[in-house]
Every structure is written in structure tokens, then in C-alpha cells.
């Protein structure tokens, strides 16, 4: 699943023998200023794994969501306490890197006691939270005049360690020095529903939602899932946005979904089956018959045929 802001564009993809090729919808290549993040389904790891700030691999995906992590979470010390969904928790870090949830009913436990749905939730919200809005507070485009000082101090520790016959890799500095300001996030989701009951899910899509429609900037999230309860929750937030204009106000304040309805034609919805893709919307754009509802049917229709010989006394 994909949700596209006003500007996105696809390219083509291979895996393995599957290939898939993506029209254009919205296209501006040139506007690809943006700040990627992904966020895998191992993400509780940060929460089983001590010292976690000494890990280190090669450049890969892992290596990637660890420091974005890190990025995330010094930005919510013990003073700016964020709140995870409504599950009555507030996450915060201490400068010891220990990882904390403050009950609404008073007390503090650490991330790493907690249960398997807060492991999975917690670093999933905190970093969404990041990367939709605390980022863009604390960055601001630099000048040619102060990029030009920053490359030349560089190139002057380069000459000097030249000199003294040493070798140090600039190259991470010198990817900060030529970074872009971001102008929006890219966000990819694996498996949002991990160990997660149905209505937290529920709120966990309208959470997203609510933060990527955001006026300012085009934020972009991609979704994958074996959850049929994201797909239900997504398709309440495209049908509200349908029938929005058709629902008196008053009526309206009372769907809990209302600040997530976000607009079909702005939603790309696949499945994929024995290798090959296909989409799984309709003319409007809702949800139409796909692999969960096929599966549901021939469950039930096994049971209530079970269900036929039952013969109650």
C-alpha cells in the first residue's frame, strides 16, 4: 500500500523473475529532496538488545533504522514526554539511553519490560513522530556561504592530515556538508500490525494518516501488511473522505477517524498473488474483493457448513 502526497512518482521494480512496472502519477522527479526512512518489523530489537548503540554493520537497512533510532529518541528526554496512541503510555529517553514508559496512572517501567505490542508500537510511533514533524522544527536550509566554509575547513583537515601521512575517512562529513533540507519524509512500514490487538491497529493507521496529510509538506508512506484489520482502517479513511461533504457537522465529530480521511485517488493498493501484482481497488478507489476477504468467506462458509450438522440438546 502506498500513500502518495501531492507530488510522487514510481519507477520500475524487479524481484527476481517478478517484474513490476508503475505508471506515473503526479511526477516530478526533480522534487525528490526528501528524508527516506525505514522502519522494519524486527523494530523491537531496540528494546532486547543492551548497548544497542554499539551496533554496527555494513550500510544495510538495519544498520540505517539504528541511527535513524537514535536520531528519533534523544529528541523526547524526560521534559517532552510523547504520548503513544491513546494506550496510556508517554515515551521518553534519559541521558543514561534507557528507554521509558510513563504510566497514566502514575510510575515509569522500561521499554525493555514492557509488553510485545508496546516493543513494536513504541519505536514505530516515536519515529513517525520524527520524522513527520520533529525534524523539519530543528532544520533549516544552509547558505552557499556557509556550506563554502564548512567544505573549506574540510579540505584543510585533509591537506593537514596529508601532511602527517595519515588517512582519515571525511566521507560521512562530507555527506552532511552536502545534505539537502528536506522538504518531506518517505516512510516505509513493515508490518505496522506486529503484536498489535485490532483497535490498536485501527488507531495506529489513523495516526499515520493524520500526520501525512500534512498541508505543508507531501509526506509519502508505503505499507506492507498481512493485517486485514490496516486494509479495514484504511478503507473507513478513503470512505470518509467520499461521503465527508455528505455528513452533517455535528454527526461528523463523532467518527474517530475523521482527521485520517484521506483521499482514494492518493491511495495505491496491491496484493500480490503466485508472483504477480495486481490492484485491489475499485472505481472510487475503495477496497474491493481481495486475498483476506477470500480467505474469511472459506473459512466461514467450512464452519457454518460444520455448523449444519450440529445438533444442540
Known amino acids: 500500500m502506498t500513500l502518495d502526497g501531492a507530488v510522487s512518482w514510481y519507477q520500475d521494480a524487479s524481484f527476481g523473475s517478478v517484474k513490476i512496472k508503475f505508471g506515473t502519477k503526479y511526477a516530478d522527479p526533480i522534487d525528490n529532496n526528501s528524508k527516506v526512512i525505514y522502519i522494519p518489523a524486527e523494530r523491537n530489537f531496540v528494546a532486547a538488545i543492551y548497548n544497542l548503540q554499539e551496533y554496527l554493520r555494513d550500510r544495510d537497512n538495519i544498520q540505517d533504522f539504528v541511527i535513524g533510532w537514535y536520531d528519533a529518541k ?21 541521558d543514561q539511553d534507557v528507554d521509558v514508559l510513563h504510566l497514566r496512572g502514575g510510575g515509569d517501567i522500561a521499554l525493555q519490560t514492557a509488553s510485545s505490542g508496546l516493543q513494536s508500537v513504541v519505536p514505530l510511533v516515536t519515529m513517525f513522530d520524527y520524522v513527520t514533524q520533529g525534524i523539519y522544527k530543528e532544520r533549516r536550509p544552509m547558505s552557499v556561504k556557509e556550506r563554502d566554509e564548512l567544505v573549506r575547513k574540510l579540505n584543510n583537515l585533509v591537506e593537514e592530515d596529508k601532511k602527517k601521512n595519515q588517512h582519515v575517512d571525511y566521507s560521512i ?8 533540507s528536506y522538504r518531506y519524509s518517505q516512510i516505509i512500514v513493515e508490518e505496522p500490525e506486529q503484536n498489535l490487538f485490532p483497535d490498536t491497529q485501527r488507531e495506529l493507521v489513523y495516526y499515520m494518516l493524520q500526520l501525512c496529510n500534512d498541508a505543508e509538506r507531501n ?25 465527508k461533504d455528505n455528513i452533517p457537522e455535528q454527526e461528523r465529530q463523532a467518527f474517530i477517524s475523521k482527521n485520517a480521511w484521506v483521499n482514494p485517488k492518493l491511495i495505491s493498493i496491491w496484493e500480490i498473488e503466485d508472483g504477480k501484482i495486481r490492484s485491489i481497488q475499485d472505481e472510487d478507489g475503495i477496497i474491493s474483493e481481495n486475498y483476506f476477504d477470500l480467505n474469511m468467506t472459506a473459512l466461514m462458509d467450512e464452519y457454518y457448513h460444520m455448523l449444519s450438522y450440529y445438533d444442540e440438546k
Open 74 to 94: 534523544r529528541k523526547y528526554p524526560e521534559s517532552n514526554k510523547l504520548n503513544i496512541l491513546n494506550l496510556g503510555v508517554e515515551y521518553y529517553a534519559t
Open 173 to 180: 562529513l562530507r555527506d552532511v556538508i552536502n545534505a539537502k
Open 219 to 243: 509526506h509519502r508512506l508505503t505499507i506492507t501488511t498481512h493485517s486485514p484489520y490496516i486494509l479495514y482502517a484504511l478503507n473507513s479513511c478513503m470512505m470518509g473522505y467520499l461521503v
